[in-house]
């Protein structure tokens, strides 16, 4: 039961990481992708601790350790200050269905990280599995590639995407660290908003772009996207997916946060109408599956 409780978490996760990144690309594109990634963790926080109040009758985790400090703050300082930047810079340049099919490398480079780090076995089955991930990747950017877009701009792109993957895997893995002993996923996640928000900040105040960023808040369609992204990603969306790491096995959970890009399909058609030609689905398709048999086998 534990299991499946995880496992449809793992499921809701997709679905606001979806609709999460639809909002994260309308705003960032009006507002700046740094703008978007400071604003969007304050706008999560709030509603965090709200969630906090009505599960624990307390606005913040009352039992915080140094362990949970340290592991869930490098965690909120890779996987969304640093990792969710790159992100955000990948939906303004590549929008939101290439963005989130490149997360599709997060279980792929997990699965390396514990390999090279964790001392986890790597078999001839997940390299194959690994390597469907990445031809089904490569087969959807060299099509759109081909569809006159600026080359230096789309590999920009194409980097920020490939960042920010790297970012959420060790995010997650520093998360699954913190959350040892069924300490609370939404305490944890509070703890990594809180310190990413410190960190964004601080650097945000040190270049003197405080004024600048209130001032682009003043876009309110930008605005109120952000606050859907806000509400959808690093609220429910990343709530949801400690859930589902701390109840299910870890590669079960990243294998149905990978969906992503099939469920962008239709909506990156419907909300940006975008044409998206067959081998762009096959492609997709692919590297789901990649990313599924790197766990199911």
Known sequence: MTHLVGEFAALGTAFCWSFGSIFFTVSSRR??????????LFVALVLLMLAHVVTTGTPVPPDVTAYHWFWFGLSGIIGFALGDMLLFKAFVMLGARLSMLLMALVPVFGTIIAWLFLNESLDLTEILAISAVIIGIIWVISEKRNDGHDRNHYAIGILC?????????????????????DYSALSGNIIRVFVAICFLWLITLIRG??????????????????????????????????????????GVASTL????????????????????????????IIAVIGVALIFLL
């Open 31 to 40: 507002l700046g992708h740094n703008v978007v990634n400071r604003v969007r």
């Open 161 to 181: 995407g490939i960042g920010g993957a790297m970012g959420q895997a060790l995010g997650l893995i520093l998360s699954k660290k913190g959350l040892a002993d």
């Open 209 to 250: 772009r405080v004024p600048g960023t209130i001032r682009q808040l003043k876009d309110r369609k930008g605005t109120a996207a952000l606050f859907g992204g806000a509400f959808c990603g690093p609220f429910l969306g990343v709530w949801l997916s400690l859930i589902a790491v701390q109840n299910t096995y870890i």
């Open 257 to 284: 946060m990978a969906l992503p890009p099939v469920f962008l399909i239709p909506l990156s058609h419907w909300f940006f109408k975008e044409r998206i030609g067959l081998g762009a689905i096959l492609g997709t």
